[in-house]
């Protein structure tokens, strides 16, 4: 049983930064793809980023290549989401996922264990 608790999420002006932070137990992490999604009020849940098990490919959504970036820590167990020029349209709960699938996927239901969720919130 793998559990995911996310953190970071907050109020930021637009074109501010923030990161977020997913830590994990209960498994082997390393043995895990990892996945950041998105869900606006209203609008399904959307895929972020993605990282492979050793962090050595990663994915993005158009909308935030460039802006975004993923990367994990094994050691510490913990996959990260670092934001920077952040937009309102980037406003959302943020969740991480776990996937046990050798390469990256971008659907939801590829991923085997969630966290709760972060809110991230940005002013214009």
């Known amino acids: 049983q793998v559990q995911l608790v996310e953190s970071g999420g907050g109020l930021v002006q637009a074109g501010g930064s923030l990161r977020l932070s997913c830590a994990a137990s209960?498994?082997?992490?390393?043995?895990?793809?990892m996945g950041w999604f998105r869900q606006a009020p209203g609008k399904e849940r959307e895929f972020v980023a993605g990282?492979?098990?050793?962090?050595?490919?990663?994915y993005y959504r158009d909308s935030v290549k460039g802006r975004f970036t993923i990367s994990r820590d094994n050691a510490k167990n913990t996959v990260y989401l670092q934001m920077n020029r952040l937009k309102p349209e980037d406003t959302a709960v943020y969740f991480c996922a776990a996937s046990s699938d050798l390469v990256v996927r971008r659907i939801p239901m590829l991923y085997n264990y969630w966290g709760q969720g972060t809110q991230l919130t940005v002013s214009s």
């Open positions: 990282i492979s098990w050793s962090g050595g490919s990663t």
């Open positions: 209960g498994g082997t992490f390393s043995n895990y793809v």
